[in-house]
């Protein structure tokens, strides 16, 4: 089992949908993770092919020089969704009531994932849905740092480190049959973590976990 019933749980176990109503037209980490995130996509996505940005916002920090066939955007709020200029086209789902994904076989080059996976609680189902609708060879970016609404992040990420994090998004991958191994890229804080959390110091640390559709 990837997940025991305990670590899928939430502080705040009200409504995700209401949690999210309000739109929040901020981004929740800090501009050296922007960058270091908008360099890994300039590197690793090609221009012309179909991109999936799951539990997006009003923006998508894609590099801007690089052109798209076609952005499918996703994410709990409406609003912040209209707001953001790379998408072509989005639809409003919570994945912890259906993680079902409403979108075709084999369908996108790259999957993307920022600073989101946390609050995932069928993370299995999920990446199982992730490899379904990547073409083979596609590409998951799934980054994050050490930012997060505690009350909705699920139990296992919540009482875990950020070196148990990395770890737990590889056994995401590695749940599901036919991804290639998790690569990792760690760049984590210099200064000690109560610090971080008051937002001083070295800035925000930067983890990103990829895989490939192997078939």
Known sequence: ??????????LD????????????????????FIDRLTQLYRERLKPNTSIFDMMSSHVSHLPEEIDFAHVE???????????????????????????????????????????????????DALFSEIHRILKPGGITIISFSNRMFFQKAIAAWRDGTESSRVELVKRYFQSVSGFSPPEVIARPSSSPSFLQMLGVGGGDPFYAVIAQRLS
């Open 1 to 10: 089992m990837l997940l025991r019933p305990e670590q899928r749980t939430k």
């Open 13 to 32: 176990e009200t409504d995700d949908t209401l949690f999210y109503s309000f739109p929040r037209f901020v981004t929740h980490v800090d501009e050296g």
């Open 73 to 123: 955007g996703h994410g709990m709020n409406q609003e912040e969704l209209s707001r953001n200029p790379r998408l072509n086209h989005y639809f409003v789902q919570d994945l912890n009531q259906n993680p079902k994904l409403p979108l075709k076989d084999r369908e996108f080059d790259a999957v993307l994932n920022c600073v989101s996976v946390q609050y995932l609680q069928y993370p």
